[in-house]
């Protein structure tokens, strides 16, 4: 009988849909009500933590607005204003608290804890000295404190205006309605009403809400309230109560039931659909029925159809193994590329068979083949000795990740013995990526000045990574003694010092000099410059090496220094200069001389024919000493190593050297230096000059407040700006400025690419770029330039050459 039964397959596809789909609809039903029913996610413990937590956070949120409103009013009372009398504050109080009702009393505070003026005219007067808060105020800038018995202001806000217990305090006392934050906390979070909240002080007095729950069972979670790194933890704890019927419960209702039984009866639909859809071809087969589209079809030509959608699918990876092909053929001419433009050869190495493999172009050039060979065939191309180097390098490459490099001799083809001129090459090894089982090799022949030997490439990068390590450093030293030299130099210009307090400040300017040699001295050491065309300042750079020469290789000899302030800039660098007069102090160290004396002066005339003063303007500097040390003996032949690496060093800058007498004998020493002049300004400084304002723009806030002050002392506008991005919206606001002074060491923008764009929208801005010594590029000629660290004189000078007049002229 059962045989007889016939079920249709579109039927009974879309019985099998509408099972699953009720068996996932009632499993997913059956698990969320498993584990809706634990306490973790019970509804109404949920409920409690969500809402303590928001509680919490909004007493966090309500506290820091405490403190801005403390700050508001402070800027509305104005302290320390001797016009606005204590009533007209009193006043304002009373004012301020009718906009914010949720403060019942609002006061000022002086230091000693009277109250200056309150809202409430009966405290005006009196003293908070002797409440428990003025003791924790005196070291803490933002106090929160409780009232114990007053249920009318649960606690205060009190914020101190200055130092910390010697200045003026703001007291904002907490209403009855502060901590009200429960009605709009549950409309918010859509909890129920029976959801009720509880504040505690750190000493577990309730400030707010009830004590316990006003149910026998219950859910509850507490939360402490953080302050933030501003206020600190108060030490309040948030509690939360709600009973258990907030639990929602987990037994569909209608709209749920009727929703499964919808998508119970899609699926049905569907898998009759599809049902039909597959049966159709079923049916043609064993009817032996022909397609509507094609005559004569019958069961050969179906299985015919599938044999030739199998081959398709066959030809179809064929082509892809071909594409793949290509590929490989693609990515081999790179490689051949790269090694023909590099000189690099590269190598495969499977460590386990020891196997390597490489490509080779053919004579023609125009076809790669591989090659293979065993790893000992590999090592047989390089010296006995290197070998077991070899071995050691490729076994590393294996256990650790990244380059491994090595140099190895190579020996000469056809013969065991060492070749006349030895080949070295430079082998780097890497590990695949992945399981790392193969090692890439890259190989290369190298010269004999091994500049690209590991050891050289290392030196190349130690020397890159010095150099901005010390930019760096030294950036930040000269920022400080830009600070130093700034407030200083504004002190003794604003203010008439006595003799004593200006010797002390002349001191201190004398010392932040020595800094600025310092640095310089420190840059020309690491950066290795030459600077035979740069100028320096021959009075400040003779200043500062006297000061080395005289603390390590002179000591205890006495040292004058002659050398005026106002000579012209000579065209030698710094540090050939110090490396002079260095050697001379080595000189005089080593003969035992007495003294060291330099002075210095201007000429302008032509230089007479034989003589070695160079042409053109010049500065003279004439170095002597004393009689030899009293009972030392002179040597009996000089020692010229000092004196010849003195006359070479002058002779690279194109200087004079004239030597009279070394010391070496009974006469003291006596030379002359010539030095060719870089040419004064034409046109000076004037004594006074206009007001202009200036566009300051400096990433640190220190510096750029000290030279602010130094601007504004020396009779300028200044608007201050705090990077490059900040510098261009200030000048979208408004371009009327005179000059930009702008750092050229900024972060995102440097100062040159600021300038940059600066004279291209706005060309009547003059630009000053400031920089420490020899860090600015050779694009920054253009412009003028001030050296870091700077003396408020440096800064008028460079004004000087900014203002209008001078700019005409």
Same mark, same amino acid.
């Given at each position: 009988?059962?045989?007889?039964?016939?079920?249709?397959?579109?039927?009974?596809?879309?019985?099998?849909?509408?099972?699953?789909?009720?068996?996932?609809?009632?499993?997913?039903?059956?698990?969320?009500?498993?584990?809706?029913?634990?306490?973790?996610?019970?509804?109404?413990?949920?409920?409690?933590?969500?809402?303590?937590?928001?509680?919490?956070?909004?007493?966090?949120?309500?506290?820091?607005?405490?403190?801005?409103?403390?700050?508001? +009013? *402070? %800027?509305?009372? /104005?302290? =320390? @204003?001797? $016009? !606005?009398?204590? #009533? &007209?504050?009193?006043?304002?109080?009373?004012?301020? +608290? *009718? %906009?914010?009702? /949720?403060? =019942? @009393?609002? $006061? !000022?505070?002086? #230091? &000693?804890?009277?109250?200056?003026?309150?809202?409430?005219?009966?405290?005006?007067?009196?003293?908070?000295?002797?409440?428990?808060?003025? #003791?924790?105020?005196?070291?803490?800038?933002?106090?929160?404190?409780?009232?114990?018995?007053?249920?009318?202001?649960?606690?205060?806000?009190?914020?101190?205006?200055?130092?910390?217990?010697?200045?003026?305090?703001?007291?904002?006392?907490?209403?009855?309605?502060?901590?009200?934050?429960?009605?709009?906390?549950?409309?918010?979070?859509?909890?129920?009403?029976?959801?009720?909240?509880?504040?505690?002080?750190?000493?577990?007095?309730?400030?707010?809400?009830?004590?316990?729950?006003?149910?026998?069972?219950?859910?509850?979670?507490?939360?402490?309230?953080?302050?933030?790194?501003?206020?600190?933890?108060?030490?309040?704890?948030?509690?939360?109560?709600?009973?258990?019927?907030?639990?929602?419960?987990?037994?569909?209702?209608?709209?749920?039931?009727?929703?499964?039984?919808?998508?119970?009866?899609?699926?049905?639909?569907?898998?009759?659909?599809?049902?039909?859809?597959?049966?159709?071809?079923?049916?043609?087969?064993?009817?032996?029925?022909?397609?509507?589209?094609?005559?004569?079809?019958?069961?050969?030509?179906?299985?015919?159809?599938?044999?030739?959608?199998?081959?398709?699918?066959?030809?179809?990876?064929?082509?892809?193994?071909?594409?793949?092909?290509?590929?490989?053929?693609?990515?081999?001419?790179?490689?051949?590329?790269?090694?023909?433009?590099?000189?690099?050869?590269?190598?495969?190495?499977?460590?386990?068979?020891?196997?390597?493999?490489?490509?080779?172009?053919?004579?023609?050039?125009?076809?790669?083949?591989?090659?293979?060979?065993?790893?000992?065939?590999?090592?047989?191309?390089?010296?006995?000795?290197?070998?077991?180097?070899?071995?050691?390098?490729?076994?590393?490459?294996?256990?650790?990740?990244?380059?491994?490099?090595?140099?190895?001799?190579?020996?000469?083809?056809?013969?065991?013995?060492?070749?006349?001129?030895?080949?070295?090459?430079?082998?780097?090894?890497?590990?695949?990526?992945?399981?790392?089982?193969?090692?890439?090799?890259?190989?290369?022949?190298?010269?004999?000045?091994?500049?690209?030997?590991?050891?050289?490439?290392?030196?190349?990068?130690?020397?890159?990574?010095?150099?901005?390590?010390?930019?760096?450093?030294?950036?930040?030293?000269?920022?400080?003694?830009?600070?130093?030299?700034?407030?200083?130099?504004?002190?003794?210009?604003?203010?008439?010092?006595?003799?004593?307090?200006?010797?002390?400040?002349?001191?201190?300017?004398?010392?932040?000099?020595?800094?600025?040699?310092?640095?310089?001295?420190?840059?020309?050491?690491?950066?290795?410059?030459?600077?035979?065309?740069?100028?320096?300042?021959?009075?400040?750079?003779?200043?500062?090496?006297?000061?080395?020469?005289?603390?390590?290789?002179?000591?205890?000899?006495?040292?004058?220094?002659?050398?005026?302030?106002?000579?012209?800039?000579?065209?030698?660098?710094?540090?050939?200069?110090?490396?002079?007069?260095?050697?001379?102090?080595?000189?005089?160290?080593?003969?035992?001389?007495?003294?060291?004396?330099?002075?210095?002066?201007?000429?302008?005339?032509?230089?007479?024919?034989?003589?070695?003063?160079?042409?053109?303007?010049?500065?003279?500097?004439?170095?002597?000493?004393?009689?030899?040390?009293?009972?030392?003996?002179?040597?009996?032949?000089?020692?010229?190593?000092?004196?010849?690496?003195?006359?070479?060093?002058?002779?690279?800058?194109?200087?004079?050297?004239?030597?009279?007498?070394?010391?070496?004998?009974?006469?003291?020493?006596?030379?002359?230096?010539?030095?060719?002049?870089?040419?004064?300004?034409?046109?000076?400084?004037?004594?006074?000059?206009?007001?202009?304002?200036?566009?300051?723009?400096?990433?640190?806030?220190?510096?750029?407040?000290?030279?602010?002050?130094?601007?504004?002392?020396?009779?300028?506008?200044?608007?201050?700006?705090?990077?490059?991005?900040?510098?261009?919206?200030?000048?979208?606001?408004?371009?009327?400025?005179?000059?930009?002074?702008?750092?050229?060491?900024?972060?995102?923008?440097?100062?040159?690419?600021?300038?940059?764009?600066?004279?291209?929208?706005?060309?009547?801005?003059?630009?000053?770029?400031?920089?420490?010594?020899?860090?600015?590029?050779?694009?920054?000629?253009?412009?003028?330039?001030?050296?870091?660290?700077?003396?408020?004189?440096?800064?008028?000078?460079?004004?000087?050459?900014?203002?209008?007049?001078?700019?005409?002229?």
């Amino acid at each position: 009988m059962l045989d007889s039964v016939r079920i249709s397959l579109k039927v009974l596809n879309a019985v099998q849909l509408a099972l699953i789909a009720a068996a996932a609809l009632g499993l997913a039903w059956i698990g969320a009500a498993i584990v809706g029913a634990g306490p973790a996610v019970d509804g109404a413990q949920r409920a409690a933590l969500t809402g303590a937590r928001a509680f919490a956070e909004a007493v966090d949120a309500e506290l820091h607005g405490s403190v801005a409103d403390a700050r508001t +009013l *402070a %800027l509305l009372l /104005r302290p =320390g @204003d001797p $016009a !606005l009398s204590e #009533a &007209d504050r009193a006043a304002l109080l009373r004012d301020w +608290l *009718a %906009l914010n009702p /949720r403060y =019942g @009393d609002a $006061a !000022l505070i002086g #230091a &000693d804890g009277s109250v200056r003026a309150a809202a409430d005219p009966r405290r005006t007067g009196g003293s908070v000295a002797r409440q428990p808060w003025f #003791a924790r105020a005196r070291n803490a800038e933002i106090v929160i404190a409780t009232n114990d018995g007053d249920e009318t202001a649960p606690f205060d806000v009190i914020l101190s205006l200055g130092m910390p217990g010697r200045s003026d305090r703001i007291q904002l006392r907490a209403g009855p309605a502060y901590l009200e934050i429960g009605p709009r906390l549950r409309q918010a979070l859509d909890l129920p009403d029976t959801v009720v909240f509880t504040v505690r002080g750190a000493e577990g007095r309730v400030l707010a809400g009830t004590a316990s729950a006003p149910w026998g069972e219950h859910r509850s979670a507490s939360v402490p309230v953080q302050g933030g790194r501003e206020l600190g933890s108060p030490g309040w704890v948030v509690t939360a109560f709600a009973p258990p019927a907030a639990a929602a419960g987990m037994l569909p209702d209608g709209r749920v039931l009727a929703l499964a039984l919808a998508v119970v009866g899609a699926a049905a639909a569907l898998g009759y659909a599809v049902g039909g859809h597959a049966s159709q071809p079923l049916q043609r087969l064993a009817a032996g029925e022909a397609r509507p589209d094609e005559a004569g079809s019958s069961p050969v030509r179906e299985i015919a159809a599938l044999s030739e959608a199998v081959a398709g699918r066959s030809r179809s990876r064929d082509a892809a193994l071909a594409l793949a092909g290509t590929g490989l053929d693609r990515i081999k001419g790179r490689l051949q590329t790269f090694e023909a433009m590099s000189g690099w050869t590269c190598w495969e190495i499977d460590p386990e068979t020891r196997r390597v493999v490489w490509s080779d172009a053919d004579s023609t050039g125009t076809a790669a083949s591989d090659h293979a060979a065993d790893l000992s065939d590999l090592a047989a191309w390089f010296e006995p000795e290197d070998r077991a180097l070899l071995d050691l390098t490729l076994d590393a490459a294996r256990r650790a990740d990244g380059p491994h490099d090595v140099v190895l001799r190579a020996r000469a083809e056809g013969s065991d013995s060492v070749p006349e001129a030895e080949r070295r090459v430079l082998v780097r090894f890497l590990r695949e990526a992945g399981d790392g089982r193969r090692i890439h090799a890259l190989s290369r022949a190298i010269g004999d000045d091994g500049a690209e030997t590991p050891a050289g490439l290392n030196e190349r990068r130690r020397n890159t990574v010095l150099r901005r390590v010390t930019d760096g450093i030294v950036h930040d030293f000269n920022d400080v003694l830009t600070v130093i030299l700034a407030n200083l130099g504004t002190l003794r210009r604003r203010h008439g010092l006595n003799p004593e307090p200006a010797r002390l400040v002349d001191a201190a300017l004398a010392g932040a000099g020595r800094g600025a040699a310092l640095t310089r001295r420190m840059l020309s050491l690491v950066r290795g410059e030459d600077g035979t065309i740069a100028e320096c300042d021959v009075g400040r750079s003779v200043e500062a090496a006297l000061a080395f020469m005289g603390a390590n290789v002179l000591r205890d000899v006495p040292v004058i220094n002659r050398v005026p302030g106002d000579l012209p800039k000579v065209l030698c660098a710094e540090r050939i200069l110090e490396l002079v007069l260095l050697n001379l102090a080595f000189h005089f160290r080593d003969h035992g001389l007495r003294g060291f004396a330099i002075g210095a002066a201007e000429h302008e005339g032509e230089a007479e024919p034989g003589h070695a003063r160079p042409a053109g303007p010049c500065v003279r500097l004439l170095i002597a000493s004393g009689q030899h040390e009293p009972g030392r003996q002179a040597p009996s032949a000089p020692r010229p190593e000092s004196l010849e690496t003195v006359a070479r060093l002058l002779a690279e800058i194109e200087a004079g050297w004239h030597l009279v007498a070394d010391g070496t004998g009974e006469e003291a020493f006596l030379a002359e230096i010539w030095l060719r002049a870089a040419g004064r300004r034409t046109e000076e400084p004037a004594l006074w000059q206009p007001a202009l304002r200036v566009l300051l723009v400096e990433s640190d806030s220190l510096v750029r407040a000290s030279v602010a002050e130094a601007l504004t002392d020396l009779g300028h506008e200044v608007v201050q700006a705090a990077s490059g991005e900040h510098a261009l919206a200030l000048l979208c606001e408004s371009a009327a400025y005179d000059a930009m002074v702008a750092d050229q060491s900024m972060p995102v923008m440097t100062g040159l690419q600021l300038a940059a764009t600066v004279v291209e929208r706005y060309p009547d801005i003059r630009i000053i770029l400031a920089s420490p010594h020899g860090h600015l590029p050779a694009a920054a000629r253009r412009f003028l330039q001030l050296e870091k660290p700077f003396r408020p004189d440096d800064l008028a000078a460079v004004l000087s050459a900014a203002a209008p007049q001078m700019r005409a002229a």
